[in-house]
């Protein structure tokens, strides 16, 4: 490991060692505060419940005092006459109860005898009906009717009631019999049993008889029906539907996950729509709960819950190693020398100066002599320059061995861009080849040490480095105007060695012509924040956004003999894989699992078809600007949580082998645009 290396990992260790100790004391003082809180309930309790018993025990004794004399004798009286009605009613139950055990049989022979002559009568009326048979109930009980302290032996009387001979010879000729209950049975006075029109109720017997008929005929040859079907496929479906209509539905437990707004965050909401059915939405309230967060920026995520708490997020912790345009640039030239391979033949020469730093002087100083040499720079290399620069430049990003500016870079205009270390979207940027202005713009910014921005509230944006990197002075143009190229990069914490591109990206081109000696912004930067604001914008391409086909063709136009996939691509990826092992392993130092981030690559080419990684942005646009962006984006986000989230958990993992809603042309969508590449 570096020095460099070191010194952070005794910083993180630092500041990991701060806050356990401010844990512990925290935890101290929580359980001192709870031992106190304990001991003064208790107190509080034992208070109460004294007060209790004393309220308790007065008034018991007040209420014995109130009982006198003349309570006493009502209280007598009372239990007296409960004693009198008690005897009353014992009496009334007795003399209720004046029935005979001789006269029972004769009573129920009378009440049969005039129920059959009933019987004739309406016989001889309904024609239809040719029989009645009346079964009166076998067995009559009277215990309700006897004493109390009767046996129950004793009062058990059974009454047997046989048909007289005119019935049994009508039984014996199969005449139709009906069978009629009593709808009422006995009454406590006289045994009487009152019965409706006997018409009417054989009426409706009958009725319900020819009905429950019907039905069995009816449900016998459906029998019939299903023993025919039952061998069918159909049948067993339909079986199965019904079945599963009176099943309990039980509600399942859904994945949650949360959008911080900003950045067109309604772009993973469309994303996640065909995930409905395993995933629910949650406001952002519940953060620390959900199993993914997908936020713009770092300072809304907890990244110990992707370790506690198995929770996905959109970053990686130490992302700035990459974002940050000083990081990005010594973490390169350091690997790069590592490698052997030459810097500034995939980057622009950069200077790194620190604003704060009581050198700042000597470094504007040291700056000047290397703009008066750069004329006299050679491809083959100045040791004059070198020196220079090892000298007083290297301070912040350590010393360089061979510094070999390539010729594309300086045409005789001498150009240099002055970019902020913490800013994007083109705010700050400044583009200039005269060196008096140059050092009065820095002297400006060094006296303020911050920077201002209209666009936020409160204005003030710190800013401790700024870059001066060298300009590409002989850049490769598109129909005579400047551009950058687009690409999205995928990494993923758990994957060191791995790295993804989006197989399509896109050119931001400016709005007007190319000419370096133009102080235009709009002829030099090539943001869609900054060209936005032309006249001129979207009037040429929609959003000035440009596909990579129709690059191609004017490379076939203008008869380069160039393909941009066969030529221009492989160094691009060559690039990305570079910044790979740089980086990777830096961004997740703390080795956290459940990360993963897509940054957005700007890579600029020259005229000898050489590309130049410029920045690396951590929270790219997802603005819609154009149809080739609305096309891309949607397909760019579903594809990166199929490699992601769907991976990851076992209710999601059926969407990663689904095919794409988010069609793009002359790709599949059956397979996944983002390729994989291993580091270098």
């Known amino acids: 490991m570096s020095d460099e290396d070191k010194f952070q990992t005794e910083l993180v260790l630092k500041k990991i060692n701060k806050i356990k100790a401010f844990k512990e004391k925290v935890l101290h003082v929580k359980e001192e505060e709870f031992k106190n809180y304990s001991s003064n309930i208790k107190i509080i309790k034992e208070k109460k419940d004294k007060s209790r018993n004393k309220k308790n025990k007065s008034h018991k004794k ?52 005039n129920s059959i002559n009933n019987n004739n009568k309406n016989d001889n009326n309904n024609n239809n009906i040719k029989s009645v048979v009346i079964k009166p109930v076998k067995k009559i009980e009277i215990d309700s009717l006897m004493s109390p302290k009767s046996n129950n032996k004793d009062t058990e009387n059974k009454i047997k009631n046989e048909s007289s001979p005119i019935e049994k010879e009508k039984e014996k000729e199969n005449v139709s019999k009906i069978k009629i209950e009593p709808e009422n049975n006995f009454i406590s006075k006289g045994l009487s049993i009152s019965l409706k029109n006997i018409n009417n109720i054989v009426k409706e017997k009958k009725e319900g008889e020819e009905e429950k008929n019907n039905n069995k005929n009816e449900l016998e040859e459906i029998n019939v029906e299903k023993k025919n079907c039952s061998t069918s496929p159909d049948n067993k479906k339909s079986k199965n539907k019904d079945k599963d209509k009176y099943k309990p539905k039980i509600k399942e437990y859904k994945l949650q996950y949360c959008v911080y ?72 030239l350091h690997h790069c020398e590592k490698k052997n391979i030459d810097m500034y033949s995939i980057f622009p020469f950069t200077i790194c100066l620190q604003i704060s730093h009581r050198s700042f002087s000597e470094q504007l100083y040291s700056f ?28 912040t990003i350590g010393s360089v061995q061979n510094i070999n500016i390539p010729e594309t870079f300086n045409s005789g205009k001498n150009l240099w861009i002055i970019k902020p270390v ?70 993923i914490a758990d994957k ?147 490699l992601t989230i769907d991976k990851e958990y076992t209710k999601s993992y059926k969407y990663a082998d689904e095919e794409s809603t988010f069609p793009v042309a002359d790709y599949s969508n059956k397979e996944n645009m983002w390729e994989k590449f291993t580091i270098l």
Request: net charge positive.
């Open 368 to 395: 000047e002599k290397l703009y008066n040499h750069i004329d006299d720079f050679t491809p083959k290399g100045n040791k004059k320059f070198n020196e220079l620069f090892n000298v007083n430049l290297s301070k």
């Open 422 to 491: 913490n800013l994007n979207r083109g705010r700050y940027i400044t583009v200039e080849k005269n060196l008096h202005n140059m050092i009065k713009k820095l002297e400006e910014i060094q006296s303020k040490k911050k920077l201002y921005d209209g666009k936020k509230k409160g204005g003030d944006v710190k800013c401790e480095y700024l870059i001066i990197q060298k300009y590409l002075e002989k850049p490769l143009l598109y129909q005579g105007r400047k551009f950058d190229i687009r690409l999205w990069v995928l990494f």
């Open 62 to 113: 007040n209420r014995n005092k109130t009982i006198t004399k003349e309570n006493a004798s009502a209280i007598d009286e009372s239990k007296k006459d409960k004693e009198k009605s008690s005897k009353k009613e014992i009496n009334l139950r007795r003399t209720h109860v004046s029935l005979n055990k001789d006269n029972k049989e004769e009573r129920a022979s009378r009440y049969l005898n």
């Open 496 to 642: 060191n060695d791995e790295v993804y591109v989006f197989k399509q990206g896109h050119l931001k081109a400016t709005c007007t012509q190319y000419d370096p000696d133009s102080d235009d912004l709009f002829v030099h930067l090539t943001n869609y924040s900054v060209q936005k604001y032309n006249q001129n914008f979207s009037k040429i391409e929609i959003g000035n956004e440009i596909p990579f086909k129709s690059f191609q063709n004017e490379l076939d136009k203008n008869k380069t003999g160039k393909n941009f996939y066969k030529d221009i691509y492989p160094k691009i990826i060559r690039i990305v894989r570079l910044t790979g092992g740089a980086a990777k392993k830096k961004m997740n130092l703390l080795g956290r699992k459940y990360c993963f981030e897509i940054f957005g690559y700007d890579f600029i080419i020259d005229i000898n078809f050489q590309p130049y990684l410029l920045e690396i942005n951590t929270n790219p646009g997802l603005e819609i600007s154009s149809p080739l962006i609305e096309e891309l984006l949607p397909r760019m986000i579903d594809d990166a949580l199929k």
């Open 261 to 332: 707004p900003g950045n067109n965050f309604k772009l993973i909401d469309k994303a996640m729509k065909h995930r409905n059915k395993d995933w629910e939405k949650v406001p952002t309230t519940y953060s620390e709960f959900c199993d993914l967060v997908w936020a713009p920026l770092t300072f809304n995520i907890n990244f110990q819950n992707c370790d506690t708490k198995h929770q996905y997020v959109n970053h990686i912790e130490y992302n700035n190693e990459i974002s940050n345009k000083m990081r990005l640039y010594t973490n390169l």
